[in-house]
């Protein structure tokens, strides 16, 4: 079955520039999604196809696609910004919904 | 703007079914596709199955011989249905917009707030 890799965790320190990577086979035919989920809350949208940002999203807040990898960029980093965080795609042939097995970003 | 809910049983007995109804405001059922996706305690989100417009159906390959998801257009909601559950099926459930995309990829744009279910005797 179709897999996307995330690394389990990242660390930043206040203002520095977080970034998160994903590598799945399908990725140079499918898009890439990011989801922020904060302890005990439901998911967000924080990226959809590969780099645009939902409105209410901070700018800081950026995606980039390339090959296999996908990357999720926080650039000045804030402590609201600790969370889990949750590559998404579909699988290339029967687009089965697959998500990575999420970073946790930890902001200090 | 859609908003969903989730409802069913906190509690589930091993080997019975696990119900829950997502509920949809703000928009109808059947002008969209929606999707159910779970997460055990402590660990990752995991997409369950799906169920389209014409009302077909597409499930996560792990749990397709024991899961079932319909939905009930006159009350505009859609339902899951997860037979023969263990512990490993506890975990908090969410159904969520499952939003068609370009390059033929779909994702999840609304989400409920998710609903605990606990398998225990």
């Known amino acids: 079955s179709y897999e996307l890799t995330q690394p389990p965790s990242v660390s930043v320190s206040p203002g520095q520039t977080a970034r998160i990577t994903c590598s799945g086979n399908?990725?140079?035919?499918?898009?890439a999604y990011w989801y922020q989920q904060k302890s005990g809350q439901a998911p967000v949208l924080v990226i959809y196809?590969?780099?645009k940002r939902p409105s209410g999203i901070p700018e800081r807040f950026s995606g980039s696609s390339s090959g296999t990898m996908a990357t999720l960029t926080i650039s000045g980093a804030q402590v609201e910004d600790e969370a889990d965080y949750y590559c998404y795609s579909t699988d290339s042939n029967v687009n089965h919904r697959v998500f990575g097995g999420g970073t946790k970003v930890t902001v200090l | 703007q859609v908003q969903l809910q989730e409802s069913g049983p906190g509690l589930v007995k091993p080997s019975e079914t696990l119900s829950l109804t997502c509920t949809v405001s703000g928009g109808s059922i059947s002008s969209y596709y929606w999707s159910w996706i779970r997460q055990p305690p402590g660990k990752g989100l995991e997409w369950v199955g799906c169920?389209?417009?014409?009302?077909?159906?597409d499930y996560n390959p792990s749990l397709k011989s024991r899961v079932t998801i319909s939905r009930d257009t006159s009350k505009n909601q859609f339902s899951l249905r997860l037979y023969s559950v263990t512990a490993a099926d506890t975990a908090v459930y969410y159904c969520?917009?499952?939003?068609?995309?370009?390059?033929?990829?779909?994702?999840?744009?609304?989400w409920g707030k998710g609903t605990t279910v606990t398998v225990s005797s």
């Open positions: 969520a917009r499952d939003w068609h995309s370009g390059r033929n990829t779909n994702y999840m744009d609304v």
């Open positions: 169920i389209y417009k014409s009302g077909s159906t």
């Open positions: 399908a990725l140079p035919k499918k898009y």
């Open positions: 196809e590969d780099s």
